[in-house]
T-cell receptor
Framework: NAGVTQTPKFRVLKTGQSMTLLCAQD?????MYWYRQDPGMGLRLIHY???????AKGEVPDGYNVSRLKKQNFLLGLESAAPSQTSVYFC??????????????FGPGTRLTVL | RKEVEQDPGPFNVPEGATVAFNCTYS??????FFWYRQDCRKEPKLLMS???SGNEDGRFTAQLNRASQYISLLIRDSKLSDSATYLC???????????FGQGTELSVKP
């Protein structure tokens, strides 16, 4: 099993450009998440999905859109990139998030720079 | 006030030392608690869940104090390979949203 994979690994954008980050998991997990990580800020939840066809906002959703058309894929879109969106983006998935022992599995991250 | 707060460190300790990390959380409704480990420029990985009665996994011991809203991680006999950032994490609802602390950096020196 590949676990959680992210595409691309690195990207440089100019302000105003758009792009889509792809997250894929092969563990049949219902729950998927997008986080961003900035120095000194820890990981912050952007959007998440509790199942195919559903999405919800996290802590920092502005400037991002998501879609979960297939259970195994969770897409994060930036419609008009801004320098403040320069960050490392992590995708994660989990089977049953409630309760003790739940684990979120993370992808390797996408390093995005917006000039 | 941040929902989950940790001492950012860095903690610089010699091999073999015992080191303790502390974490506090602000929402008394928090349900599940974890320690994740993150190596430099890599993804976070689950180190251990934290149970109400406290739990141990080899050299690692986690404690939870719900009354004080406090979580701890103790690492005994530190190894060079323990050098990483340790993230305190809580969940607050059944949607499984994880709230991360900013992480505590540990550097174990020979």
């Amino acid at each position: 099993n590949a676990g959680v994979t992210q595409t691309p690994k690195f990207r440089v954008l100019k302000t105003g450009q758009s792009m889509t980050l792809l997250c894929a998991q092969d563990m049949n997990h219902e729950y998927m998440y997008w986080y961003r990580q900035d120095p000194g800020m820890g990981l912050r939840l952007i959007h998440y999905s509790v199942g195919e066809g559903t999405t919800a906002k996290g802590e920092v959703p502005d400037g991002y859109n998501v879609s979960r058309l297939k259970k195994q894929n969770f897409l994060l879109g930036l419609e008009s990139a801004a320098p403040s969106q320069t960050s490392v983006y992590f995708c994660a998935s989990s089977y049953n998030p409630g309760g003790v022992g739940n684990e979120q599995f993370f992808g390797p991250g996408t390093r995005l720079t917006v000039l | 006030r941040k929902e989950v707060e940790q001492d950012p460190g860095p903690f610089n300790v010699p091999e073999g030392a015992t080191v303790a990390f502390n974490c506090t959380y602000s929402n008394s409704a928090s349900q599940s608690f974890f320690w994740y480990r993150q190596d430099c420029r890599k993804e976070p990985k689950l180190l251990m869940s934290v149970y109400s009665s406290g739990n141990e996994d080899g050299r690692f011991t986690a404690q939870l104090n719900r009354a004080s809203q406090y979580i701890s991680l103790l690492i005994r006999d530190s190894k060079l390979s323990d050098s990483a950032t340790y993230l305190c994490v809580v969940t607050q609802d059944q949607g499984g949203k994880l709230i991360f602390g900013q992480g505590t950096e540990l550097s174990v020196k020979p």
